[in-house]
């Protein structure tokens, strides 16, 4: 059975601007994969990669899918945009796919599924009252 956020300690989800920016989530896993792909790779020296991922979402997206995957209605607040924020936020992979034959596997989803199972099993760990012995 899937943990179930309690709705009453839930706290908003504060977006800035009108959650219209864009940005282009990678999972840590795709990041460590393409970290890997350039340490190992033959003849990189001095080569930079752009790593990420090059699916932009907007911010409001990422607000709904938190929302869909706790499975709560977190309230949603909007703060203004500070002015030094960018509008767009996304990486092109192309070098890294063509010379490293790199590309991110996980999608928002499921990272997003990975991350949460992952937070949820740390609080467990965290609060499990202490074993006597």
């Excluded at 990041?31 to 699916?55: C, H, I, Y």
């Excluded at 499975?71 to 070098?95: F, G, N, Q, S, W």
Aim: proline share 6%; aromatic share 6%.
């Amino acid at each position: 059975m899937a943990a179930r956020a309690v709705t009453s300690a839930a706290e908003p989800i504060t977006l800035f601007g009108d959650g219209s920016q864009t940005r282009a989530f990678c999972h840590v896993s795709d990041l460590v994969r393409g970290l890997q792909a350039v340490m190992e790779g033959e003849g990189l020296d001095g080569e930079v990669f752009n790593l990420g991922n090059a699916q932009e979402r907007t911010i409001s997206d990422l607000a709904r899918l938190v929302q869909q995957a706790c499975d709560v209605d977190l309230p949603i607040v909007y703060e203004p945009l500070p002015t030094d924020d960018p509008t767009r936020r996304c990486p092109d992979i192309t070098k890294a796919r063509t010379r490293l034959g790199w590309e991110p596997a996980v999608s928002m989803e499921d990272g997003l599924r990975r991350t949460l199972a992952y937070f949820r099993e740390e609080f467990a760990r965290m609060t499990a009252p202490a074993s006597t012995q």
